[in-house]
């Protein structure tokens, strides 16, 4: 009977120490794992892409053509909101794709707090991009880049996802064709 016992223990004390055994690491080369910079943006947007306000209800004992008026008000200014939101979408994936590509060349990691200020439009830029800015040493202090609605087309820059300038307005990142 005691020796069931002995033996029960013995298996449980092996099975611990095999268990507890220390594996080996895969070896990972210090050049790729610096290559591999994640960056997180925050984004807050302002002018065009700034949030609709929602009006509140029409207080209650309000007369039925106030109500209706003001459930109008209420429904368009919905509407207005869920086509805004789908323009920041759209702005916010172009933006992490010039940020996630520029991150290498720029040293940028971690979270990063973009505010994206203007709608696709077109300027000086004759491509359709979304302004948007944030802060970096790479900079000089604040970042301005143009995120394009697709790859450019335009030489210099062509294929590239956007363009990051500096605080002098120099292009520091998207200047060159790929």
């Known amino acids: 009977m005691q020796f069931k016992y002995i033996i029960a223990l013995c298996s449980l004390l092996l099975s611990t120490t095999v268990l507890a055994a220390p594996v080996p690491e895969p070896q990972v080369d210090a050049d790729v794992s610096l290559a591999r910079r994640a960056v997180t943006p925050h984004f807050t947007f302002t002018n065009d ?5 929602i ?21 368009k200014a919905k ?6 939101v789908k ?16 991150s290498g060349t720029l040293g940028l990691s971690g979270n990063l707090a973009v505010t994206v200020t ?15 800015e944030f ?16 790859a450019s087309t ?21 200047g060159t064709d790929i």
């Open 87 to 102: 323009l920041q979408n759209a702005a916010t994936a172009r933006v992490s794709a010039v940020l996630n590509a520029a």
């Open 154 to 174: 335009r030489t210099p820059g062509k294929g590239q996802p956007g363009k990051i300038f500096s605080a002098s307005h120099a292009t520091i990142f998207g």
């Open 49 to 53: 892409l700034a949030d609709i306000v």
């Open 55 to 75: 009006p509140p209800p029409a207080p209650a004992g309000s007369a039925k053509k106030a109500i209706a008026a003001q459930e109008k008000k209420i429904t």
């Open 79 to 84: 509407a207005n909101q869920a086509a805004k």
């Open 118 to 132: 203007n709608d696709f439009h077109t300027s000086k830029d004759p491509e359709s991009h979304a302004t948007f």
């Open 135 to 150: 802060t970096a040493t790479a900079c000089g202090g604040t970042c301005v880049g143009h995120a394009y609605k697709t």
